[in-house]
Nanobody, 120 residues
Framework: QVQLVESGGGLVQAGGSLRLSCAVS????????MGWYRQAPGKQRELVAV???????NYAASVKGRFTISRGDVKNTVYLQMSSLKPEDTAVYFC??????????????WGPGTQVTVSS
């Protein structure tokens, strides 16, 4: 089994910063990419940022220049540094991993989500 554990969400004022962390563990052979998605009430889940095994990154236009995704020194961890936060960034943030497990099967794994609330 594969497990993703997120941390770092919370309540912050507009203009503030937060850092989300995600650690992947379990029966993992390799990870193609890790990313962050978010879902606001009444809206569909959307990509925020993704980083692949080569360190290439991709960001949603709405967060480019404000958010930074990076891989941790500890294996199979990823961070999302969020700065200049806006009320519209309020959402549940989900960590995602596109990976191969020990059995050679490709899996799309998700964390349970962490709430980020930005007050105006």
């Amino acid at each position: 089994q594969v497990q993703l554990v997120e941390s770092g969400g919370g309540l912050v004022q507009a203009g503030g910063s937060l850092r989300l962390s995600c650690a992947v563990s379990g029966s993992i052979s390799s990870i193609n990419s890790m990313g962050w998605y978010r879902q606001a009430p009444g809206k569909q889940r959307e990509l925020v940022a993704v980083i692949d095994s080569g360190g290439n990154t991709n960001y949603a236009a709405s967060v480019k220049g404000r958010f930074t995704i990076s891989r941790g020194d500890v294996k199979n961890t990823v961070y999302l540094q969020m700065s200049s936060l806006k009320p519209e960034d309020t959402a549940v943030y989900f960590c995602n991993a596109d990976l191969y497990n020990y059995y050679g099967s490709r899996r799309d794994a998700w964390g349970p989500g962490t709430q980020v609330t930005v007050s105006s």
